[in-house]
């Protein structure tokens, strides 16, 4: 077997496994990360100052009543989906204007609406992931992504809402209707 194909193989196989963990609901990477041993699920695993950012902005949220956005790894989004969570889930990239311009309208949103949003951000996705690993877990999240930003709220392991790409649903009056379409703001 040449070496590149045995390469293929391998990422192949990797993706797989990842699948099939998320699917399944395997404890074993969350055991490994917990007991702090290397495995596989370290390298996807959220750094520590995100971890405390996020902590931080939730008790400040919590005092004001005020919305937050989370930043979460693709892995800790798909572990929040296997366990049937319902929760917000926003793609951005760091260089899309897109995003720049809808972040003028969400966070003035956030500073008045308890609304909790979980941020990947695809550009450190990009630098976490095989591009074949992050594909697939990708398209098992939200049947992949075609455009940053894009705004989902993740009902159930079936079920996935996408605010639709459209300038009007990217606007405050759609950022709205999608919220209160799903009473987003009840969400825990």
């Known amino acids: 077997m040449r070496k590149t194909e045995y390469k293929k193989m391998k990422r192949l196989l990797s993706a797989s496994i990842l699948l099939a963990t998320v699917l399944t609901g395997c404890t074993t990477a969350n055991n490994a990360q917990d007991s702090g041993s290397v495995s596989g699920s370290e390298s996807v695993s959220a750094p520590d100052s995100s971890v ?17 956005r989370i930043p979460v790894t693709l892995y800790e989004a798909l572990q929040k989906k296997n366990a049937d969570e319902q929760f917000v889930l926003l793609y951005t990239k760091n260089d899309c204007e897109y995003c720049a311009q809808f972040d003028e309208i969400l966070n003035p949103y ?8 979980y941020e990947v951000s695809l550009t450190e996705a990009e630098a976490m992931y095989p591009d074949d690993e992050r594909e697939t ?18 009902e159930s392991q079936e079920n996935v ?5 459209t300038e009007d649903n990217y606007s405050l009056d759609g950022l709205r209707q999608f919220v209160e379409k799903y009473d987003l703001e009840s969400l825990d």
């Open 137 to 154: 877990m990708l398209n098992y999240l939200t049947a992949g992504v075609n455009r940053t930003p894009a705004l989902y709220f993740i």
């Open 110 to 117: 956030l500073e008045e609406h308890p609304l909790t949003i």
């Open 161 to 165: 809402n996408l605010l639709d790409h």
């Open 52 to 68: 405390q950012e996020s902590k931080t902005a939730s008790a400040a949220a919590e005092k004001t009543g005020a919305g937050k």
